[in-house]
């Protein structure tokens, strides 16, 4: 083979379409854009524009809002689990945790985890390690004397400091704090100066 004999598979590349080169090639005159109006213009977007007229999506009344912080587990009640140990899918004697779960096929991968709902029955003391659970869960676990352990740390509430008085009330208060500080401040330049004043009188 030599150099000037190299070529590319057939249709390896292909050709782009040339449009507007006459009527027997299929794109000749308008050029696969149909005919007239706004839209057979390039440059053009326009999406949800009807004319003028208000949109539809703008007619429409809101309702709700999406909450991007929120948090999807998949679900696991103690009703399946306790199938799952008696099937001898899950083994009790051993510490039991989400990628074992996943594994098993008890519960669907999520991204944020695996949560323990209270329905249905346990009986096997176990331990076993999700990202949470609910309070009433971790009670019934604990009292047949296994372990639960929550991988989820719960939210802390801030205690804000709250005061009684109204803030037209609080500002009021303020003012007259300062008003008497300041005239304390004023009476003991007094003084000084009524001593000194003294001093001099007896020299």
């Known amino acids: 083979m030599r150099l000037n004999e190299l070529r590319d598979n057939p249709n390896a590349r292909k050709s782009r379409t040339r449009v507007g080169r006459g009527i027997g090639s299929g794109k000749g005159k ?4 149909g005919h007239k109006g706004q839209k057979s213009r390039s440059g053009v977007a326009i999406k949800g524009f009807e004319g003028g007229q208000m949109p539809i999506h703008m007619r429409l009344p809101k309702r709700g809002f999406n909450n991007y912080t929120r948090k999807e ?3 696991l009640t103690l009703g399946n689990l306790q199938a799952a140990i008696s099937k001898g899918v899950v083994d009790a004697s051993k510490p039991i945790t989400e990628l074992e779960l996943n594994a098993a096929g008890i519960v669907k991968k999520s991204k944020d985890g695996i949560k323990l709902l209270n329905k249905g029955e346990i009986k096997e003391k176990i331990e076993i390690s999700l990202s949470k659970a609910t309070k009433s869960c971790i009670k019934i676990i604990e009292d047949l004397g296994g372990k639960i352990e929550t991988l989820e740390k719960p ?3 801030r205690i804000r400091k709250k005061n009684s008085l109204p803030k037209s009330e609080q500002t009021k208060e303020k003012v007259n704090v300062e008003s008497s ?5 004023a009476v003991k330049d007094k003084e000084v100066v ?8 007896d020299k």
């Open 181 to 185: 500080s300041n005239d304390s401040e």
């Open 30 to 33: 308008t050029a696969g854009r």
């Open 73 to 75: 587990f998949a679900e």
């Open 194 to 201: 009524e001593s000194s004043s003294q001093e001099t009188a």
């Open 155 to 157: 939210k802390v509430k």
